[in-house]
T-cell receptor, first 114, second 116 residues
Framework: DVKVTQSSRYLVKRTGEKVFLECVQDMDHENMFWYRQDPGLGLRLIYF???????EKGDIPEGYSVSREKKERFSLILESASTNQTSMYLC?????????????FGPGTRLTVT | AQKVTQAQTEISVVEKEDVTLDCVYETRDTTYYLFWYKQPPSGELVFLIR??????QNEISGRYSWNFQKSTSSFNFTITASQVVDSAVYFCALSERRDNFNKFYFGSGTKLNVKP
C-alpha cells in the first residue's frame, strides 16, 4: 500500500510566522504535489515536483515555496503566513510520467493562521 | 473556464436511494484520463476509478457505476442503494499532458449526505 504521510493534522500559526509543512511518501514515486483545498474551490495546485531538487509552479504559487532534497520528502513553506492561507493542505504523489497514473493523497493538514 | 465542472455542490438522499453525481470536463486532447476520488470526513482522498479517453465502456464495481460519454464530455458516477458510509465529498478529475508534465485538474467536489 502506498503511504503518504503529512507531519501534522492540525496546525495553528500566527500571522508573519514561517511555516513548514512536511510530506513523506514511501513508494519511491517521482512526482509529488501540494494542493490547497477550500470550500467551493476544490483542490488547487500550489507546486509540484517531478524529481529531486526540481520544482514547478502550479496554479497558485504566490506566498509559497517548496523544497525537495530527497525523493521521498516534499516540503511546503509559507515564508510569512497570512490569514488568507488558512486552509486544508493536501500532499500527493504519483509514479512515473504518464498521465494515466492516479495520485495518492496524504491525510491533509488543516492550517489556521491567526 | 473550468476544466472540470461538478455542478452539484451538495446532494442529500435517504439511505437505499440511487444517486448520480455529474461531472463535465473540457479538453482538446485526444488522449486524457478521468478519475473519481472520494474524500470521507477523515480528509484523505481515496482513488475510486480511472478511465482513459479511448475506453467508453461503462464500468460497474459493486454498488458503484460510471458512465463515460465523450459526445457530451461527461463522466458521471452513480451509487446504487446508497448507504450512510457513502457520505463524503466526491471529486472528479482530468489528467492531460501539458508542457511535458501531467496536469491534474480537479472539480470543486460534490458533497453527498446519505441519511438513515
Amino acid at each position: 500500500d502506498v503511504k503518504v504521510t503529512q507531519s501534522s493534522r492540525y496546525l495553528v500559526k500566527r500571522t508573519g510566522e514561517k511555516v513548514f509543512l512536511e510530506c513523506v511518501q514511501d513508494m519511491d514515486h517521482e512526482n509529488m504535489f501540494w494542493y490547497r483545498q477550500d470550500p467551493g474551490l476544490g483542490l488547487r495546485l500550489i507546486y509540484f515536483s517531478y524529481d529531486v531538487k526540481m520544482k514547478e509552479k502550479g496554479d497558485i504559487p504566490e506566498g509559497y515555496s517548496v523544497s525537495r532534497e530527497k525523493k521521498e520528502r516534499f516540503s511546503l513553506i509559507l515564508e510569512s503566513a497570512s490569514t488568507n492561507q488558512t486552509s486544508m493542505y493536501l500532499c500527493a504523489s504519483s509514479p512515473g510520467t504518464a498521465s494515466s497514473y492516479e495520485q495518492y493523497f496524504g491525510p491533509g493538514t488543516r492550517l489556521t493562521v491567526t | 473556464a473550468q476544466k472540470v465542472t461538478q455542478a452539484q455542490t451538495e446532494i442529500s438522499v435517504v439511505e437505499k436511494e440511487d444517486v448520480t453525481l455529474d461531472c463535465v470536463y473540457e479538453t482538446r486532447d485526444t488522449t486524457y484520463y478521468l478519475f473519481w476520488y472520494k474524500q470521507p470526513p477523515s480528509g484523505e482522498l481515496v482513488f475510486l476509478i480511472r478511465r482513459n479517453s479511448f475506453d467508453e465502456q461503462n464500468e460497474i464495481s459493486g454498488r458503484y457505476s460510471w458512465n463515460f460519454q465523450k459526445s457530451t464530455s461527461s463522466f458521471n458516477f452513480t451509487i446504487t442503494a446508497s448507504q450512510v458510509v457513502d457520505s463524503a465529498v466526491y471529486f472528479c478529475a482530468l489528467s492531460e499532458r501539458r508542457d511535458n508534465f501531467n496536469k491534474f485538474y480537479f472539480g470543486s467536489g460534490t458533497k453527498l449526505n446519505v441519511k438513515p
